[in-house]
């Protein structure tokens, strides 16, 4: 049994690194099948891993098919910003009022340095990488999530980040290309997460709120303005 949960969770991982890294094409059907055969896994943990990415809303399921990537609708981004300032919103405030005893001041370094590498790929052409800056994102949100430990908070907030990944951003996805809307939404974001750990600092509740829901917001406006182009 043991061995089966690390199947499945290797397919889960594998193919969240793949939708991340842009390995998979939007309004393109997947084989399970195929997918299988390709990470050397039998069918029944990627089809457990499929579900698990459906039920995130990673992916479609088409039955007989295989699987589409999803695009959020708008209700799937008003869905996630309600979730995000609840979630976000709960942990951040906590992590202000603890601070700075230990616990809090290590979450907010966490954020720190999240930030830290985001300015460092932005700087280096070389290092850049569009999917490694998002994973940063993942990783200084979800600091103040980890200082507060529920795990469920957790699993609920990562339901919700496949409507903010990169690929929804700009229309043609390049891991490694500048390109004008990535690069001003990115240079918002540094501006934007210093903002939050300021507040975070500051012991104040109100600060961090709105700290929290202008980052959320200029995100929501990002993708509401790449929607209207694909239109």
Not at 22 to 31: A, D, H, I, K, W
Not at 114 to 137: C, G, K, V
Request: with cysteine.
């Amino acid at each position: 049994m043991s061995e089966y949960k690390a199947l499945n969770t290797i397919a889960y991982e594998h193919l969240r690194k793949m939708i991340y890294g842009g390995e998979l094409e939007f309004n393109r059907v997947y084989s399970e099948t195929k997918l299988a055969s390709q990470l050397s896994i039998s069918r029944t943990p990627i089809r457990d891993a499929l579900n698990r990415l459906s039920q995130e809303r990673y992916i479609d399921i088409i039955p007989n098919r295989g699987f589409t990537l999803h695009t959020p609708s708008q209700a799937d981004i008003i869905e996630a910003f309600h979730v995000r300032m609840m979630i976000e919103g709960y942990c951040s405030d906590i992590v202000a009022r603890h601070y700075p005893d230990a616990g809090a001041r290590a979450a907010i370094e966490r954020m720190e340095d999240a930030l830290y590498q985001q300015q460092l790929l932005l700087e280096d052409d070389s290092a850049y990488n569009i999917s490694q800056f998002w994973l940063d994102d993942i990783a200084f949100h979800k600091a103040t999530m980890e200082y507060v430990n529920i795990c469920s908070l957790i699993c609920q907030y990562e339901r919700f980040m496949y409507v903010f990944m990169p690929q929804h951003l700009i229309r043609e996805y390049d891991v490694h290309q500048k390109q004008p809307r990535a690069l001003d939404r990115h240079r918002s974001t540094l501006i934007e997460h210093a903002a939050i750990t300021e507040a975070l600092k500051s012991h104040d509740s109100e600060r961090v709120q709105k700290a929290i829901r202008t980052h959320i917001e200029s995100s929501m406006k990002a993708l509401y303005i790449s929607m209207g182009d694909e239109k």
